[in-house]
């Protein structure tokens, strides 16, 4: 029993990024990765650092992110 809590204290302080975190949720890793890959690449399009740029600047951002989008989708 204490074997069992040793190992689950390790695991849990176990410095782990946020993409292998998501990767924990999924059956297989093939799965994960096929996923996490296109999620990336739309989280990456549509979210900007809004505390390093301008409101007009986002704005511009944002419309360009749309229209990638629609285009992507149609």
């Known amino acids: ?3 069992e809590f040793i ?5 849990s302080h176990l410095p ?3 993409r292998e975190r998501q ?3 999924f ?6 990765q096929r996923f996490l890959t296109t999620h990336a690449a ?6 900007t650092q809004r505390h390093l740029i301008s409101r ?13 989008w629609a285009t992507a989708v149609a």
Do not use: G
């Open 42 to 47: 739309i989280y990456n399009t549509f979210n």
């Open 7 to 11: 190992r689950l204290v390790e695991k």
């Open 16 to 18: 782990i990024r946020r």
């Open 56 to 68: 007009p600047t986002l704005r511009r951002f944002r419309a360009e992110a749309e229209a990638a």
């Open 27 to 32: 059956r297989s890793q093939a799965s994960a």
């Open 1 to 3: 029993e204490r074997l």
């Open 23 to 25: 990767q924990q949720k």
